[in-house]
T-cell receptor, first 115, second 113 residues
């Protein structure tokens, strides 16, 4: 089946640092989504991207839909302690005929605070 | 705001028990999904439904069944719970169509002993 490679798997941040993570795929997607999950909670949608090359911001978060449609990145600027959690990318393809395919999830990037 | 609720946050069941996990969404979404989430494996799709009384197998349907009698409610059933079904279960819903984001519930942490 289709797979997404998300990196890094984990990272430690110091307050104020910028953070970057990305997802790559061997397949073309029509939609890229970025979610954040706090411990014990369900994923919450952060940003949705629908067009190749699209760059979208949500506060301190910026995400881009790669030109090749096989990758996406998420940047967090000036990180704060509440940014800790697990960030997931998800790609969605269209089936032949244009119906919605299922979401394919990356395995997540765990953001922790440097001790 | 989209709201997806799940009947329990934490559940402990014994091996062999029949387990029902309930999910309700209030946004009139046509699509509903059940995932399980395990460390190192990410989110894996168990079953999904694009309409009332309609269901499709996801990537890991074995040991599970689902029921969608009403548009807003999607139930996941473990016919005979086993210890390898200990996991976090997440329900999601979305509108149909190609540009459609999935919204998740808070999850049910199921432990089978």
């Amino acid at each position: 089946g289709q797979q997404l490679n998300q990196s890094p798997q984990s990272m430690f941040i110091q307050e104020g640092e910028d953070v970057s993570m990305n997802c790559t795929s061997s397949s073309i997607f029509n939609t890229w989504l970025w979610y954040k999950q706090d411990p014990g909670e369900g994923p919450v949608l952060l940003i949705a991207l629908y067009k190749a090359g699209e760059l979208t911001s949500n506060g301190r978060l910026t995400a881009q839909f790669g030109i090749t449609r096989k990758d996406s990145f998420l940047n967090i600027s000036a990180s704060i302690p509440s940014d800790v959690g697990i960030y997931f990318c998800a790609g969605q393809y269209l089936n032949y005929g244009g119906s919605q395919g299922n979401l394919i999830f990356g395995k997540g990037t765990k953001l922790s605070v440097k001790p | 705001d989209v709201k997806v609720t799940q009947s329990s946050r934490y559940l402990v069941k014994r091996t062999g028990e029949k387990v029902f996990l309930e999910c309700v969404q209030d946004m009139d979404h046509e699509n509903m999904f059940w995932y399980r989430q395990d460390p190192g494996l990410g989110l894996r799709l168990i079953y999904f439904s694009y309409d009332v009384k309609m269901k499709e197998k996801g990537d890991i349907p074995e040991g599970y069944s689902v029921s969608r009698e009403k548009k807003e409610r999607f139930s996941l059933i473990l016919e005979s719970a086993s210890t390898n079904q200990t996991s976090m279960y997440l329900c999601a819903s979305s509108d149909p169509g190609p540009l459609s984001e999935q919204y998740f519930g808070p999850g049910t942490r199921l432990t089978v002993t």
